[in-house]
């Protein structure tokens, strides 16, 4: 960064909003967990969140950060996760993209998201919350742990983060490659960026770096520094620490 054109950010000196709308512009792109409730009353309800991340793999615990509604309410999908216990992540896709922001309006509790969009609700394996039935990808969540964070009662600033077991996971065979694996451009995530805008899993996108064990990348780093040193030049600095 050219010193010249920094531009600084004091969050002593600007609004929770604000705040968060500098983390939403710059921690990008986010995976988008389109999280599918139902309330003790029955009522269905779908959220794109995405402050969310895995955690770890034993036990398969993934974590969302649930905060406020604009008015200072608790988010739907909150009330119902923590009532029931639980709630499905349908991985955000090419079926979902026109969607998304339909789902995020802070609609009454009454709503249902699933007749707003005319997706189809179908029962989860291990949940009682239902599931996307266009998702090609769901995992299957059990509340495990809440964490209260932010200053209470502030929109942008008091978040609940859940930490959730994931109990089962199902996904559509058409995301494997001939490997077996899941292969990224079948799958298709969609990504979230700052404010409205979103990204697109294409292949003009992507690439692909390989990851060598630590001792073939030193041997490999010394043979081009010898190489390069027989020429007389290609010394980076770095040969008396390897």
């Not at 073939?216 to 007389?232: I, K, S």
Request: hydrophobic share 40%.
């Amino acid at each position: 960064m050219n010193p010249d054109r920094a531009i600084t950010f004091d969050p002593a000196e600007n609004s929770p909003m604000d705040c968060q709308f500098m983390l939403s512009q710059l921690v990008v792109p986010r995976p988008i967990a389109m999280v599918s409730t139902r309330s003790p009353e029955g009522i269905a309800n779908i959220a794109p969140m995405s402050y969310y991340l895995p955690v770890t793999g034993d036990p398969m615990l993934v974590a969302i950060t649930m905060g406020l509604r604009e008015d200072g309410g608790l988010k739907h999908t909150y009330r119902n996760a923590m009532a029931l216990g639980d709630f499905v992540i349908n991985v955000t896709t090419e079926e979902f993209r026109d969607q998304i922001e339909v789902v995020a309006i802070e609609g009454p509790a009454e709503s249902d998201e699933f007749e707003l969009t005319g997706w189809t609700p179908v029962p989860a394996t291990k949940v009682s919350s239902p599931a996307i039935g266009e998702a090609l990808a769901r995992l299957e969540c059990e509340v495990r742990q809440v964490v209260d964070l932010g200053t209470p009662g502030v929109p942008f600033g008091e978040v609940h983060l859940v930490v959730a077991e994931v109990v089962w996971v199902t996904y559509d065979e058409q995301i494997l490659n001939e490997r077996g694996r899941i292969d990224p451009l079948r799958l298709g995530a969609i990504g979230r960026l700052g404010l409205r805008s979103f990204l697109r899993t294409v292949e003009e996108g992507t690439y692909f770096l390989p990851r060598v064990p630590w001792a073939e990348f030193v041997a490999a780093r010394n043979g081009g520094d010898q190489e390069g040193g027989a020429d007389g030049g290609g010394n980076d600095g770095d040969g008396g620490d390897t």
